[in-house]
């Protein structure tokens, strides 16, 4: 019988963050691990998206600490996945400078690791997920001296984004970076993104083949279920309550503070509430604006478990997808491959022609409006909630998700090129 392969896996974010990237490299990693694969993985400490250390790892998060991952599933000579937690410094208030001096001082502590795997018995794949998007750096030196096959997999073109968020204003820095990830992008053996607008701006950087491999969801753990009216007062609210739930990251670059707007113009329909349910960086201020605005009709929440999960997101009447218009295909929002699997009936702002916008409009699974356009989201808020009952959207949501985002077929797929 012969030894199954070994995969490194490189990457900023790892479970148990529930949302976002970690969110996906976990998942990717237990996928791979039950598929037979000897796994390891290099990451931080879980902060994101509350940016602090998250119980249990408080205690002694300033120094390395290995951990062993047992998957529920897993091949039989598969017992566990080896993960090394590296420190880093973590801004409890993210700024442009702040997140660069994060993203570097993880690569170096990666960068400490990396080196001592050099030494360690060979992995035959790479897998390196940007951003941060320097950690390709990495991967390609565990790939120039242990002759491994590095997979670049880009989850967020992050200096494009910090480049058109103002995050960085140098125009020297700016093509600096852009050279690095050139270079990344030539040596890596195999790219990958999540959408194919993102690959198109992939392939203007540096002109090679790059595979489409999407953010998935469990199709199982995400169904929808009819009856919303008992989930609604599992929850607090009342049963003739319309909700319209935005659930994710609070960030700047969502444009959240629409919201609010919107709020503010529908307060005179008594039964609408608006429920923010996340953590970020943004929150603060958010509530901040929500209480100088006196708008009792939205209400913010906190994270919820992962097993209440399915519950929540079936809670929703309406599910809100919100970027501003210059982050448009930079990201594809992880928080819609969930929606879509409950059946969920989103708003979602694209900018035409965008990835994005052509997906949803050529499945009829939401509702598109501009981003950054509170007069169209509030029509549309409107609009969806007279007439939802009698919308397809919901149907064609969860077809979709069953089709192209069940991570069982994605993955089928994926591991064709780590065989």
Same mark, same amino acid.
């Given at each position: &019988?012969?030894?199954?392969?070994?995969?490194?896996?490189?990457?900023?974010?790892?479970s148990?963050?529930?949302?976002?990237?970690?969110?996906?490299?976990?998942? &990717?990693?237990?996928?791979?691990?039950?598929?037979?694969?000897?796994?390891?993985?290099?990451?931080?400490?879980?902060?994101? !998206?509350? *940016?602090?250390?998250?119980?249990?790892?408080?205690?002694?998060?300033? *120094?390395? /600490?290995?951990?062993?991952?047992?998957?529920p599933?897993?091949?039989?000579?598969?017992?566990?996945?080896?993960?090394?937690?590296?420190?880093?410094?973590?801004?409890?208030?993210?700024?442009?400078?702040?997140?660069?001096?994060? #993203?570097?001082?993880?690569?170096?502590?990666a960068?400490?690791k990396?080196?001592?795997?050099?030494?360690? !018995?060979?992995? #035959?794949?790479?897998?390196?997920?940007?951003?941060?998007?320097?950690?390709?750096?990495?991967?390609?030196?565990?790939?120039?001296? /242990?002759? @491994?096959?590095?997979?670049?997999?880009?989850?967020?073109?992050?200096?494009?984004?910090?480049?058109?968020?103002?995050?960085?204003?140098?125009?020297?820095?700016? =093509?600096?970076?852009?050279?690095?990830?050139?270079?990344?992008? $030539?040596? +890596?053996?195999?790219?990958?993104?999540?959408?194919?607008?993102?690959?198109? $701006?992939?392939?203007?950087?540096?002109? /090679?083949?790059?595979?489409?491999?999407?953010n *998935?969801? #469990?199709?199982?753990?995400?169904?929808?279920?009819?009856?919303?009216?008992?989930?609604k007062?599992?929850?607090?609210?009342?049963?003739? #309550?319309?909700i319209?739930?935005?659930?994710?990251?609070?960030?700047?670059?969502?444009?959240?503070? +629409?919201?609010?707007?919107? +709020? $503010?113009?529908?307060?005179?329909?008594?039964?609408?509430?608006?429920?923010i349910?996340?953590?970020?960086?943004? $929150?603060?201020?958010l509530?901040? &604006?929500?209480?100088?605005?006196?708008?009792?009709?939205v209400?913010?929440?906190?994270?919820?478990?992962?097993?209440?999960?399915?519950?929540?997101?079936?809670?929703?009447?309406?599910?809100?997808?919100?970027?501003?218009?210059?982050?448009?295909d930079?990201? &594809? !929002?992880?928080?819609?491959?969930?929606?879509?699997?409950?059946?969920?009936?989103?708003?979602?702002?694209?900018?035409?022609?965008?990835s994005?916008?052509?997906?949803?409009?050529?499945?009829?699974?939401?509702?598109?409006?501009?981003?950054? =356009? @509170?007069?169209?989201?509030? @029509?549309?808020?409107?609009?969806?909630?007279?007439?939802?009952?009698? =919308?397809?959207?919901?149907r064609?949501?969860?077809?979709?998700?069953?089709?192209?985002?069940?991570?069982?077929?994605?993955?089928?797929?994926? @591991?064709?090129?780590?065989?």
């Amino acid at each position: &019988m012969s030894k199954p392969k070994r995969v490194l896996l490189i990457g900023g974010n790892f479970s148990p963050e529930l949302t976002g990237i970690g969110k996906y490299n976990g998942e &990717m990693i237990d996928m791979l691990a039950k598929q037979g694969y000897q796994c390891s993985v290099i990451t931080s400490f879980p902060y994101y !998206p509350h *940016w602090q250390v998250q119980e249990p790892y408080t205690k002694n998060s300033m *120094w390395f /600490r290995k951990e062993l991952r047992v998957v529920p599933g897993a091949a039989s000579d598969v017992q566990s996945i080896e993960v090394f937690r590296c420190p880093h410094y973590i801004p409890a208030k993210p700024t442009g400078l702040k997140r660069m001096i994060s #993203d570097f001082s993880f690569c170096l502590s990666a960068f400490i690791k990396t080196f001592q795997f050099l030494f360690k !018995p060979k992995y #035959d794949f790479v897998i390196v997920v940007a951003p941060p998007f320097q950690l390709g750096l990495l991967g390609v030196l565990y790939q120039k001296i /242990r002759g @491994a096959r590095l997979l670049y997999h880009i989850q967020d073109l992050q200096i494009d984004a910090a480049r058109d968020f103002n995050l960085i204003r140098s125009a020297f820095i700016i =093509n600096l970076l852009l050279k690095v990830e050139k270079y990344i992008l $030539k040596k +890596a053996n195999i790219v990958s993104s999540i959408s194919q607008g993102m690959i198109k $701006k992939i392939k203007l950087k540096y002109p /090679r083949e790059v595979i489409f491999f999407p953010n *998935w969801v #469990d199709t199982s753990l995400f169904f929808p279920i009819s009856e919303s009216i008992q989930l609604k007062t599992d929850f607090g609210f009342n049963s003739s #309550d319309k909700i319209v739930l935005y659930s994710g990251a609070i960030g700047e670059k969502q444009g959240l503070e +629409a919201i609010l707007e919107c +709020a $503010k113009e529908l307060a005179h329909n008594v039964n609408l509430k608006f429920v923010i349910c996340g953590s970020g960086p943004y $929150k603060e201020k958010l509530e901040e &604006m929500k209480q100088a605005q006196q708008l009792d009709n939205v209400v913010f929440l906190p994270l919820q478990p992962y097993d209440k999960l399915n519950c929540f997101l079936n809670m929703a009447d309406i599910h809100l997808v919100l970027q501003k218009a210059n982050a448009t295909d930079l990201v &594809m !929002p992880s928080k819609l491959t969930a929606i879509l699997s409950v059946g969920g009936l989103a708003i979602i702002t694209a900018n035409k022609n965008s990835s994005l916008f052509d997906v949803v409009d050529a499945h009829k699974m939401g509702v598109l409006i501009e981003p950054e =356009n @509170a007069g169209a989201l509030v @029509a549309a808020i409107d609009h969806t909630l007279v007439n939802n009952h009698s =919308n397809d959207a919901n149907r064609n949501a969860r077809l979709y998700a069953e089709e192209y985002l069940s991570i069982e077929q994605i993955f089928k797929k994926f @591991a064709l090129h780590l065989s």
